[in-house]
C-alpha cells in the first residue's frame, strides 16, 4: 500500500554562506502494508519527522520515491483525501477561528466534498472520536487538550483516508488520556482498515498500538522487528535505544 523506495533527503546546514548539507535521511526503504499500524522509533534528531512530511508530499526527497497504492505521493491527488496526519501540536494544528465543525469540514472543502449531509457527518465523526454533538459549535480555546486533539483526529478522519500518519501525536496528552485516544485510535483502525505510521519515542504506545516497529538510527533504519519480537532486536543500539527509553519512560512516570 505504502512503499518508501530509497529515499535520501538533506537540507543546507546553517550559516549565511554555508555550502555544506546535512544529510537527514538516506536511503529509506520499506512498506506499510494495508491495515498495518507501522511504528518509527529513533532519537530525536534521527529524521522521523523530516521522513514523516515526505510521505505526506509536504517535502519532496532527493533521490527515491514514495508511492501509494503505486502512485508518486508528488502528485497532490494521489495523497489529497488518501493519507492524513495527526501531529503533536494539537493546538497550533487547528484554526483558532474555526469552530470544531468547520474544522473537521475543512479538508472536505479542500476536495470540493462538501454534501449536505455534511453535519450528520460531523455528528458521526464527532461520535466516532468520543465527542458529542454539543461541540460542534465549540472554538478550540474551549477544548481540552485531550478534546482538541480528538477533534483533529476527526478531521483526520473525515476524508476516509486509508494511511494516517500520526507524527508524536499523543505525546503531551496526560497519561489516561493518551490511553483512551489510543484505544480510540485501535478501534478506528480496525473500523475503516486504515494504515497508520505512527512516529513515537515512547515505547510502550508502540508495543500497544504498532504491528511492527523501524528502529531508526541517523537517517537509517537500524533495524525492522514485529512488535511482539521486540524484546529480541538483534543490533546493539537497537537494544540500547530500547533500554534507555524503557528505563527514562519508567523514571518519566515515577
Ligand atoms: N526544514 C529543515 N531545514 C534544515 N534542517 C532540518 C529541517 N528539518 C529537519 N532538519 C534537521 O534534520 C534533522 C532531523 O530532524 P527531524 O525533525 O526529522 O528529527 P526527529 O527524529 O523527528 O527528531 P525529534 O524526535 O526531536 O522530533 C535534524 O538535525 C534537524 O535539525
Redesign the pocket.
Known amino acids: 500500500m505504502l512503499k518508501v523506495d530509497g529515499i535520501e533527503k538533506s ?3 546553517d550559516g549565511l554562506f554555508s555550502k555544506q548539507r ?1 544529510q ?1 535521511l538516506k536511503k529509506v526503504a520499506f512498506e506499510c502494508k494495508q491495515g498495518e499500524c507501522l511504528g518509527i522509533i ?12 515526505l510521505i505526506l508530499g509536504i ?1 519532496k526527497p532527493d533521490r527515491g520515491r514514495i508511492l501509494f497504492e503505486g502512485k508518486n505521493v508528488n502528485d497532490r491527488r494521489v495523497r489529497m483525501g488518501s493519507i492524513s496526519a495527526v501531529f503533536q501540536n494539537y493546538t497550533s494544528s487547528i484554526n483558532p477561528f474555526l469552530t470544531v465543525e468547520e474544522a473537521i469540514m475543512e479538508p472536505l472543502k479542500a476536495q470540493e466534498k462538501v454534501k449536505a449531509d455534511m453535519q450528520s457527518k460531523v455528528d458521526t465523526l464527532l461520535h466516532q472520536v468520543g465527542l458529542d454533538s454539543s461541540y460542534r459549535l465549540k472554538y478550540p480555546h474551549e477544548l481540552s487538550g485531550g478534546e482538541a486533539q480528538r477533534v483533529c483526529i476527526a478531521r483526520a478522519l473525515s476524508t476516509e483516508p486509508r494511511c494516517i500518519v500520526f ?2 501525536a499523543i505525546s503531551s496528552l496526560d497519561v489516561s488520556v493518551q490511553i483512551q485516544v489510543l484505544r480510540l485510535l485501535k478501534e478506528l483502525k480496525q473500523l475503516y482498515q486504515m494504515s497508520y505510521v505512527f ?1 513515537t ?1 515512547d515505547i510502550q504506545v508502540a508495543a500497544y498500538i504498532c504491528d511492527r516497529v523501524i528502529i ?1 538510527r541517523d ?1 537509517q533504519i537500524e533495524e525492522m522487528v514485529p512488535i511482539e519480537q521486540l524484546k529480541d532486536v538483534q543490533s546493539v543500539y537497537a537494544r540500547r535505544l530500547l533500554t534507555y527509553l524503557i528505563t527514562f519512560q519508567v523514571e518519566d512516570q515515577g
Not at 529513533?42 to 512530511?53: D, F, I, P, Q, W
Open positions: 537540507y543546507k546546514q546535512q537527514v529513533g532519537e530525536s534528531g534521527s529524521g522521523k519527522s523530516t521522513l514523516g512530511r517535502e507524527d508524536e512516529i519515542h531508526f537517517g
